[in-house]
């Protein structure tokens, strides 16, 4: 099936740690964002990146790190400067035409132990 | 900031017409709106998006005033699935740029 994965599903870190999430599409889409999600808030955007080797901070960008080398994917780590990590991870992608509508994945939610 | 200001929470009775609403006073020429919903604990999903005329799909439609300052997502015949957190989104339409999220407006189908 075509369409936004995201993984793992929910995930654990531990004071001081770097963690990474995953965010793979094979919509063969040219732009991908990350979005973080707090409790009963709108959704904040960490980066995005509109081509391959490239990203853009969005709002929210410290204490995070991203890269895209292949189109597919999008990984996002979040460091140990980020000191609320706690939220829950919001992948998307889109492409140029068709209304640019962003398709999001299923998300990944982050707790620190 | 978002651009759009939509009421915190609505309730509709199963069966009938959800209409909510959206403020965009601000909107530019080249921004459109766009519609998601974000049923709990899930990404959100895209239901429409229009620039002056009215839209409509399978899910919703979407009626924009003439003078483009507001407008209404229209669900036909509201289900318990269709519970959901609905944001409202001006946005241009070139150069794939992020979406601005608000609070949104949280919708409660009652049977």
């Known amino acids: 099936d075509g369409g936004i994965t995201q993984s793992p599903k929910y995930l654990f870190r531990k004071e001081g740690q770097n963690v990474t999430l995953s965010c793979e599409q094979n919509?063969?889409?040219?732009?991908m964002y990350w979005y973080r999600q707090d409790p009963g808030q709108g959704l904040r955007l960490i980066y995005y990146?509109?081509?391959?080797?490239?990203?853009q901070k969005g709002d929210i960008a410290e204490g995070y790190s991203v890269s895209r080398e292949k189109k597919e994917s999008f990984p996002l780590t979040v460091t140990s400067a980020q000191k609320n990590p706690t939220a829950f991870y919001l992948c998307?992608?889109?492409?140029?035409?068709?209304?640019?509508?962003?398709?999001f994945g299923p998300g990944t939610r982050l707790l620190v132990l | 900031d978002a651009k759009t200001t939509q009421p915190p929470s609505m309730d509709c009775a199963e069966g009938r017409a959800a209409n909510l609403p959206c403020n965009h006073s601000?909107?530019?020429?080249?921004?459109?709106v766009y519609w998601y919903r974000q049923i709990h604990s899930q990404g959100p999903q895209y239901i429409i998006h229009?620039?002056?005329n009215n839209e409509t799909n399978e899910m919703a439609s979407l009626i924009i005033t003439e003078d483009r300052k507001s407008s209404t997502l229209i669900l036909p015949h509201a289900t318990l699935r269709d519970t959901a957190v609905y944001y409202c989104?001006?946005?241009?339409?070139?150069?794939?740029?992020?979406?601005?999220f608000g609070k949104g407006t949280r919708l409660s189908v009652i049977a």
């Open positions: 998307a992608s889109s492409t140029s035409g068709s209304g640019e509508t962003q398709y």
């Open positions: 919509l063969n889409h040219d732009a």
């Open positions: 990146s509109q081509i391959v080797n490239d990203f």
């Open positions: 601000t909107i530019s020429g080249n921004e459109y």
């Open positions: 229009g620039l002056k």
């Open positions: 989104i001006v946005r241009a339409y070139s150069g794939n740029t992020p979406l601005v």
